[in-house]
């Protein structure tokens, strides 16, 4: 009787266990999931903080760029000698530009063949940088070769010149083509700015 008592309990016991095991691997299976669910959005929070890195450092590259550019022109271009040449159009209906090519006191500084995107962006109101040097106090003769094709499609070269005093400021030329609708034909200008 002591073995059936043994036995029934044992039943018991090993019965309930079995029912109350699968709401335990249930939790346990909650449990599993909710763990991998916290390491994936760990792997998430790592991957937006790296990327979120990534783009910080890539400002501060450009940012960091952009200071040495301007270091670097103020040392290869003192202000003192500093000297540069611009090129503008206005319209340019009268004169389609090829080239140009230009001289400072005698000396050929710089040549440029131009496509038709950047005729465009020059009728569209934009300005070329042509050069940037340094050069010495004093007075200096400044010659543009303009070549290109001119009113009633003939070939059209003209060279413009000026002479500029240089000081110890920087010193700036532009070279203006405008269409000079009076005599039909274009014109060219030149500014000194300091």
Partial sequence: MKYISLIALLLVYLGTPLSAQEPEQEVLDDEVEMTREAEVDEEALDENSLDAEIETLKKEVLSLNRDLFILEEDLLFPSNTQFSVFLSMDAGALFSLDSIQLKIDDKNIA??????????????????????????????????????????????????????????????VEFRIADDTGKEQPQFDARIWE
């Fill in 111 to 172: 040549n440029h063949l131009y496509t038709e995107r950047e005729l465009a962006a020059l009728k569209r109101g934009g300005v070329q940088h042509l050069y940037i040097g340094n050069l010495s106090s004093g007075k200096h003769e400044v010659v543009i070769i303009f070549t290109g094709i001119g009113p009633k499609g003939r070939d059209y070269r003209l060279g413009q010149s000026v002479v500029i005093q240089k000081s110890t400021e920087p010193q700036f």
